[in-house]
């Protein structure tokens, strides 16, 4: 490690295989803590290249627990994490509005490392046990319409990373991976970003592989479409820059999407919402998030049919179904 930290440290940068080698290294135990956290840091003071993503990426999927679910046609919202913004769980609560759609989600997620709670915290607060139990998954979307892949379970090689991870308590590069290594590959995701420019560096990694996908990036620096202000949005039709009025809806402050201070908190929001008793606000964003999510499962909908199948999902009650189907699934 002591000879790649000084390559790295001397402005140079590594290639696809060389992340892919690092990586497996560090979850093989080869390297001490102090010395993966200087590894991270690197990463957080310049940016990272597309030949190290995709490495890093490499190295995740071939430790990856997999599942073959490619029959039911699923899509996944995640985000990256690490913006510092500390809104509600905006993907999560978006995912279970789209399974109620009628859109199957393979969700996957984890507990929040530079945020309050992340999916895996309030989800399991709310009663779902994880599990990577293939049947049982199998039976969550096919009933519930969703499973839920908590990352730990499916990604076992990187636990020896993830207590340098907690100590640092800053976004890594791991965040940026998370919505890559998905172990279900689904073949729609709508992904948010913490940046610009990473926003990009997906869309050149993604244009790669047959998905059909969307990142979003808000500018005023949020992983989601907050509407709080204009959004740009990649896809493969290109890049757009987007306003809350281009898909319909009003614009929302930022103190209006805010999260809890803890788990509990942020449960009980996470239940209002889906309840149909969260704020005119804190809907809006999760019917924009959910219904760009459809749109880009089933892109033959209009963008206003995308929209109204999110709202119906959510005032139906539909979405709160799922949850409850998800909860009495993974608990048996």
Do not use: W
């Not at 402005?11 to 892919?20: F, G, I, N, Q, V």
């Not at 005023?220 to 959004?231: A, H």
């Amino acid at each position: 490690m002591r000879e790649i930290l000084e390559h790295l440290f001397s402005h140079h940068t590594l290639s696809r295989e060389e992340a892919c080698h690092v990586l497996k290294q560090m979850a093989a135990q080869q390297y001490n803590g102090s010395q993966m956290a200087a590894f991270l840091a690197v990463f957080r003071m310049r940016s990272i290249t597309v030949d190290e993503l995709e490495g890093f990426r490499d190295a995740m999927l071939e430790l990856c627990r997999t599942l073959d679910f490619s029959a039911y046609d699923s899509i996944d919202l995640c985000g990256t994490g690490g913006d510092g913004k500390d809104t509600f769980n905006i993907s999560t609560l978006s995912a279970f509005v789209v399974a109620g759609s009628g859109v199957r989600v393979t969700k996957h997620g984890n507990n929040g490392v530079s945020s309050i709670c992340g999916s895996s915290n309030v989800l399991q607060h709310l009663g779902v046990q994880f599990t990577n139990d293939e049947s049982l998954l199998r039976r969550q979307i096919e009933e519930a319409g969703i499973c839920y892949l908590h990352a730990p379970l499916f990604h076992p090689a990187m636990k020896h990373i993830a207590p340098v991870r907690r100590e640092l308590r800053t976004r890594t590069f791991f965040n940026m991976l998370g919505p890559l290594v998905n172990p279900a590959s689904p073949k729609s995701q709508l992904i948010g970003v913490f940046s610009l420019e990473l926003a990009r560096l997906y869309g050149y990694l993604l244009q790669r592989k047959t998905i059909q996908y969307k990142v979003v990036h808000t500018l005023d620096g949020y992983d989601e479409v907050s509407l709080t202000g204009p959004f740009k949005m990649v896809s493969r039709a290109g890049e757009e820059l987007l306003r809350p009025s281009d898909l319909g809806l009003q614009a929302v402050r930022a103190e209006e999407i805010h999260g809890g201070d803890d788990i509990a908190s942020a449960a009980a929001i996470f239940m209002r919402i889906l309840e149909g008793q969260g704020t005119e606000a804190q809907t809006r964003v999760v019917i924009a998030n959910a219904g760009l999510a459809i749109h880009c499962a089933r892109p033959h909908l209009s963008f206003s049919d995308a929209f109204a199948a999110a709202r119906e999902s959510l005032d139906s009650g539909k979405a709160k179904q799922a949850l409850l189907s998800l909860i009495s699934i993974s608990s048996h």
